[in-house]
């Protein structure tokens, strides 16, 4: 992550501004406000603003005149309560905004969650950034052979040499030709004065899907858990969880509260169908069950095997 | 409007908190922060929490670092051009959250701008506060007669009489019958000690739709505006507009330059379709045009020369 | 449900259509499209119009060139898979349209689902039937003692017969003065000839809210099956599930593999926290738990006792 | 484009199903259903279904029991209404579903529109069609000199066969590296039996913007429009005018009347703000009127001149 020395000047003026205001604030969220967060080789996530914390929840629920809390226990119970049964308005209550760099293929992930607003830096009217992914070798997977969207073992020796060089200079080069074709370099140089460059909103389709791009994304709080439940967890791909897992500590530093029920009832938590029930109640009663009187698949009965820790189980 | 002596304690609180941030604040805005603005007669607006403010828009649209401004000057003729040019995700950027208490036939209205964020009252849980609208006098007014949807001339004498005092004694008849389903008084009394209750959820089937109910309406700046377009229109209903109104003026005290620029491009703009450019056109010339050859219906005719003030013309 | 012989007309001549359709059609849906299914006293669910079905789920999945489907067993594999996962995208590839009946304060629980396409009849241009709700004797259930938000013991006796009582009369006099303050019948009959009705959109003000209105009302499978699987719940008011039962019947003749997926894995699943799993986990094992070295809430414990059959360990 | 024998197949089997229903059917876009229309170099848009026409539109402004029409003249009346008054919820009562296959720097444009229902192919689970878009000759536009977000004047020459030789060769090498990292070429032959491949999601970080993609994407009538009126301007970058433009001729086929009212009040249509107001009224008025006493900036002076064909006072 490179930032010029003009950025680093306006996050630093930004942090040392001292606003009075009647609002609610949270705390430990305000100590790491506008900070470039490192994630990936180039990438980064910043906090811009924020709206409302756990009392704030507790407030709306309660569609109340004066703060939301009573006392911090009152308001625990509350929050683990309307987060157990899915009454999800009150957590719409809160917003929060991010400056966000991340490479472009994780950004076609990323904005598949709708429910957000977004500001993308312009490549029709800006040069991107000279800047793109390459994995770090331990990141380096192979195709998983079970499953069809997923990794495999690590990459090693020539073949991993291999991968890492091509990605290094197809980047470098059609970096290259992107400014060729723009007759101008990321530094603003001009390549060759007789000529003319090519419209920016053509000469980035030259780009490769690890070039880096930037974003503001603002969204509330239920939907942040949302993304974070699916890009946070394990089936995710590396390079999104990445940025989810910087974004898991920051939601603990705004709504403390919050995060420990997201914890325990989303993060660590499992759904159990009809039928995987029906197998938990036989095996808590000592009863004889497997998979063919199961009803389930295989692929769902060692699901569940695996969530309530009966690995002896798994087939 | 009535507010307990317990509710105008937990404002006062409110507005006493003196916090630090680094967020942007809204100087104007933090003023009247948490206080009960009156609307209609039992109704209010609060503006209980907000994130953002011009420069907020300004920073988004430029993806930057550091604070979205550069001058006064620059940020207005940009905030002008996005507006303009409808490049409405910037307005995104910013955040308001109002708590509302207003009659349940305008909830009603209110409740179909669904961006956004909505937490009410529950009659299922809660017992229904005992006011209910009743039109100041003035607002009395007739069914109009050339359009279905809209008023016409004020009910005076006898009729209004009537109607203002059949309003008040169904309310007050219906709301004395919910709580005696209730069994119990809007003071809490328990009206039959031997008698079980109605369950709240069907009680307040037996309500009128002016009874004044309340919720936290969080949206963000573009989709407010797009409400306030509709809602502080003349066409809308008075009570609504009620509402609208006093809108306008927290909008004007959070971002006092899109608020500018919303009066220009939006409030006091028109539309005009592409045969109504044919005839604005020939007006410009001096050409000969009339609403025969002009393909326009009757109504639309109207319409334009109304919005050009070519009063002569309106047929 | 009373129908105008008019209505029925229309029905009838909309069901003896057969339009020729290079589209996917839903064989058992098309047996009920535009009947009105009766729905509480007088309201009703009526299937508009569909797009798709549970090959088009699968083909939307696949992204493919021809139709979703391989064989049944396979797609049904797939729906699975997809419903398991949460993989939602492809249900929202479905749409349906509702024509629905039904009173103001169960529409006004409905219209909180947002991702919903809705027009209402407008009671600014036009006068409301005169139809209103009133609950059967078994439905006329006291307020629940341990749960605020719930339904306790049926009244009878007196108190039954008291309530059914003012439900009726309230409603039979504020929509008698509905139409006097309108000057105007239901029927249309002018009520006196020298006066000036009040607007519309005014005397609405004075209906209950048992009063029926009616809506279209168009969304995908996958927000149907959201809002079904909260208002198809035992939690939920009766009133609405009413409605949500009928619909759940369009559900199985639309998209029965979807249909069979939904039953299993939301509408009988359950979830399970962190803390549940660890209990469960014990249980199955044979090792001590109780409610205190659990770490769950008394409630919390008895939701999971009960999700999994342990009656004897509810407190 | 190129289709397989096999999509060809499977295509033309949709296209030969004659299935009965009693729902209302759009007949001229029957005719085109499942085709693949192209677009560009490669890509294609295909109408996958629909649901409704323009008498749904009618039907649901109306919550009627029956067909929405009356007679064409007054349906027609009724849409130009509800387009002018932007009574908007009735276009929301009409979808369509189309397939797309488009370059991923179009489709990151596209997915902006967040109001749609989106599976796209994915490059995690199979490996992407090795197509890439070149731009015609006519297409290959310079950097605009006055508007940082356009195109200029058309590349000639040397400049113009160095980008095209840059844009071919550089997506060529890296779809051709992306099958050396995959170990696998896009016909499916394994490169070195000895090697392990990438995985897939990392594999695609390879590939230029250029690189094809394809989608469903389904949005509602309204939606549809919101996105043509942008996206089939004349400000709208070429690439995607040209999907935009198709779309457009599926919209007519579709529905013809609401077409007709979307290029009158839409497309054709302008806006003018509160100051632009007072400027045409002095111009027809005769009176003397010019950019410094206007208000305006010159930017906004000369839209509106040029809206208005007063091309001798644009400067």
Partial sequence: MKLTKEQIKEIKDLQSEENVTKRVIAPELE???????????????????????????VQSARVSYGKGTKQVSTDSGLIKYLMRHWHSTPFEMCEIKYHVKLPIFIARQWIRHRTANVNEYSARYSILDKEFYLPQSQHLAAQSLNNRQGRGSILTGEKAKQVLELLKSDAEQTYSNYEKMLNQTYEGNIIDEKATGLARELARMNLTLNTYTQWYWKTDLLNLMNFLR????????????????????????????????????????????KKGKSVIKKLIKGEEINLENSGLSKREWNELMDAFDQKDKII
């Fill in 31 to 57: 100590k790491v406000l506008y900070e470039a967060i490192p994630v990936l080789d180039h990438g980064f996530i910043r906090v811009i603003d924020y709206m409302g914390d756990d009392t704030s929840v």
């Fill in 230 to 273: 699916l890009r946070a967890d394990q089936h995710a791909q590396y390079e999104i969880r990445a940025y989810a897992d910087v974004m898991m500590d920051t939601l603990k530093k705004w709504v403390p509260i919050t995060y420990e029920a997201f914890l325990d009832y989303r993060v660590g938590g499992t759904e159990v169908s």
